[in-house]
């Protein structure tokens, strides 16, 4: 199977696209880094279920696409998008390597399409954070799951601490967050997405540091007048 490729977005940029690195990309990854994607994966193992045969999406996935390589073998296909990819994840038989700036990018994967989606550390990054939530709606099929995980506004003060005075995380990473997220603000904009109250799971995690969101899309909801 021949990887297919999305070329980058060359329409005029929305401020959400002046990020031009990949994570992992232009730095090697810290032990604060490691740790915080081991406790985040051993999350979304829980409750991604089984992903044998499915149709996934990796938003914002790292240069690396660490999380879906390591499924690869077991699902059908993977949608990774990020600003950039490595050449590695690209020739991947069983990926669709969308290249480019969030949300925009998400546009190529056809509607109601995937059977899990993964969102993770990723929405603190984007100046649009409303239309990215609506896109993932729109392309999982109904039934389907997203898995979202953010830093909330305690993690805020770990995570600056980390990297502006301790020098173990990334500063460029720290300097891309527009913001953070507790449940109380999460939870309302996966409604405003379209995701039903009885579907969303919305919790604290990482002692409290993070924020990590479960959502299932129901089918359509008929209103009577």
């Not at 940029?13 to 810290?30: D, K, Y």
């Not at 056809?110 to 100046?127: K, M, N, Q, T, Y």
């Not at 600056?160 to 460029?172: K, N």
Request: glycine share 8%; with cysteine; charged share 20%.
């Amino acid at each position: 199977m021949v990887p297919e490729v999305a070329t980058r977005d060359t329409t005029p940029e929305a401020p959400s696209s002046l990020r031009t690195h990949a994570f992992g990309e232009a730095h090697e990854l810290s032990v604060v880094d490691r740790f915080g994607i081991w406790l985040s994966l051993r999350q979304v193992l829980r409750w991604a279920g089984d992903p044998t045969g499915k149709t996934i999406g990796d938003f914002g996935a790292g240069y690396q696409a660490r999380l879906t390589r390591a499924l690869l073998q077991r699902v059908a296909l993977a949608y990774v998008a990020d600003v950039a990819l490595s050449p590695e994840v690209v020739r991947h038989g069983k990926v669709k390597a969308l290249q480019g700036s969030l949300p925009a990018i998400l546009g190529e994967i056809p509607g109601s399409s995937l059977d899990l989606v993964f969102c993770i550390s990723v929405l603190e990054h984007v100046a649009a954070p409303e239309d990215l939530l609506r896109q993932i709606h729109r392309v999982l099929k109904p039934g389907a799951r997203v898995l979202i995980n953010v830093p909330s506004w305690r993690g805020k003060r770990f995570l600056e601490f980390s990297a502006f005075r301790l020098g173990l995380s990334p500063v460029a990473e720290m300097d891309d967050h527009k913001t953070y997220y507790d449940v109380r603000d999460l939870w309302p904009m996966l409604v405003a997405a379209g995701f039903l109250p009885s579907r969303i799971r919305c919790f604290a995690h990482k002692f409290g540091l993070n924020t990590f969101a479960v959502c299932d899309k129901t089918g359509e909801v008929t209103r009577s007048g």
